[in-house]
């Protein structure tokens, strides 16, 4: 899905902030000996609706509503 946007740069903003994110989730997860790996996954997940609509703009309202 991340391949499939067009600017080069928003391309690789877009990857830094998954993996980040992804990250993050699964440093704190471990902090609170919670599962590492559901965290991470939950990370690279988190943004899916904006990346596959291109929708940024109220992203995650649109996200909890939203029928796939």
Do not use: P, Q
């Amino acid at each position: 899905m991340l391949k499939n946007i067009s600017s080069d740069d928003h391309r690789k903003t877009a990857y830094i902030h998954t993996y980040g994110v992804a990250e993050a989730r699964s440093l704190i997860a471990g902090k609170r000996r919670l599962n590492t790996e559901l965290a991470y996954i939950s990370g690279l997940l988190h943004d899916i609706y904006a990346y596959k609509t291109g929708i940024y703009f109220g992203y995650a309202y649109n996200s909890a509503w939203h029928d796939y």
